[in-house]
C-alpha cells in the first residue's frame, strides 16, 4: 500500500507540474496572438509574425505540457500566420491568427464534468482490472459526482446511463467484487463518452 501512495503522490506531483507549464503557457500564447491579431489589422505584417512566433512557442510548451486537439489546431493556424506574414500578407495571416485564438481560448478552459468522470472511470476501471476494488470504488464514487453535476447542468439520457452503471459499479466495489464493478465502470464510459460526442 505505502509503495502505491509513493507512486501516486508521484504521479500527482508530475501531473501538478504539467498542468502548471499548461496554464502558464496558455494565457501567453492567447495575449500573443491577441497582439498579431491587433498589428495584422494595422496592417503590420512583421509586428504579426513576431507576436505570432512568440505565441507558437507557448502553444508548442503548452500542447507538450498538456496535449489537446484544440492547441494542435492553434498550433496548424498560428504557422500559417506565420507564413503568411512573412510573404507581406498580414489579411491572411489576421484570418489565421483569429482561428488560432479560438483554438487557444477553448483549450484554456477546464474540462468539464463529463470529461472528468471520463477520466476517474477509466481509473476505476484500471484499478479493477488490478483487482483493486477499494481505489475502484474511490474513482467510481468521484465519477459519479461528476455525472450528476453535468446532468444537473445539461440532462442527457447517456449521462443518465453512465450514473446508473456508476451506482452498480460502486456497489460492487463496496462488496469488494472488483470483476463486476470493472464492468459496469467499462459500461458507464461508453455512455459518456456517447454522452461528450453528443455535445
Same mark, same amino acid.
Given at each position: 500500500?505505502?509503495?502505491?501512495?509513493?507512486?501516486?503522490?508521484?504521479?500527482?506531483?508530475?501531473?501538478?507540474?504539467?498542468?502548471?507549464?499548461?496554464?502558464?503557457?496558455?494565457?501567453? %500564447?492567447?495575449?500573443? &496572438?491577441?497582439? *498579431? +491579431? /491587433?498589428?495584422?489589422? @494595422? $496592417?503590420? =505584417?512583421?509586428? #504579426?509574425?513576431? !507576436?505570432?512566433?512568440?505565441?507558437?512557442?507557448?502553444?508548442?510548451?503548452?500542447?507538450?505540457?498538456?496535449?489537446?486537439?484544440?492547441?494542435?489546431?492553434?498550433?496548424?493556424?498560428?504557422?500559417?500566420?506565420?507564413?503568411?506574414?512573412?510573404?507581406?500578407?498580414?489579411?491572411?495571416?489576421?484570418?489565421?491568427?483569429?482561428?488560432?485564438?479560438?483554438?487557444?481560448?477553448?483549450?484554456?478552459?477546464?474540462?468539464?464534468?463529463?470529461?472528468? %468522470?471520463?477520466?476517474? &472511470?477509466?481509473? *476505476? +476501471? /484500471?484499478?479493477?482490472? @488490478? $483487482?483493486? =476494488?477499494?481505489? #475502484?470504488?474511490? !474513482?467510481?464514487?468521484?465519477?459519479?459526482?461528476?455525472?450528476?453535476?453535468?446532468?444537473?447542468?445539461?440532462?442527457?439520457?447517456?449521462?443518465?446511463?453512465?450514473?446508473?452503471?456508476?451506482?452498480?459499479?460502486?456497489?460492487?466495489?463496496?462488496?469488494?467484487?472488483?470483476?463486476?464493478?470493472?464492468?459496469?465502470?467499462?459500461?458507464?464510459?461508453?455512455?459518456?463518452?456517447?454522452?461528450?460526442?453528443?455535445?
Amino acid at each position: 500500500m505505502k509503495k502505491y501512495v509513493i507512486a501516486l503522490a508521484s504521479a500527482l506531483l508530475l501531473t501538478g507540474s504539467f498542468a502548471f507549464a499548461e496554464s502558464v503557457h496558455n494565457p501567453q %500564447a492567447v495575449e500573443h &496572438t491577441k497582439q *498579431a +491579431i /491587433t498589428h495584422g489589422e @494595422a $496592417g503590420h =505584417a512583421p509586428l #504579426l509574425v513576431e !507576436h505570432a512566433k512568440a505565441a507558437l512557442t507557448h502553444a508548442q510548451a503548452s500542447q507538450q505540457a498538456e496535449p489537446s486537439v484544440h492547441t494542435e489546431q492553434a498550433i496548424s493556424h498560428l504557422s500559417a500566420a506565420i507564413e503568411a506574414g512573412e510573404k507581406g500578407h498580414a489579411d491572411t495571416g489576421t484570418t489565421h491568427a483569429k482561428e488560432a485564438l479560438k483554438h487557444l481560448e477553448a483549450a484554456g478552459k477546464p474540462p468539464g464534468h463529463i470529461a472528468q %468522470a471520463e477520466e476517474h &472511470t477509466k481509473a *476505476a +476501471i /484500471t484499478h479493477g482490472e @488490478a $483487482g483493486h =476494488a477499494s481505489i #475502484l470504488l474511490e !474513482h467510481a464514487q468521484t465519477a459519479l459526482t461528476h455525472a450528476q453535476a453535468a446532468e444537473k447542468e445539461s440532462p442527457n439520457v447517456h449521462v443518465q446511463e453512465a450514473i446508473s452503471h456508476l451506482n452498480a459499479a460502486i456497489e460492487s466495489g463496496k462488496n469488494n467484487n472488483a470483476k463486476d464493478g470493472t464492468t459496469h465502470a467499462k459500461q458507464a464510459l461508453e455512455h459518456l463518452e456517447k454522452a461528450a460526442a453528443s455535445k
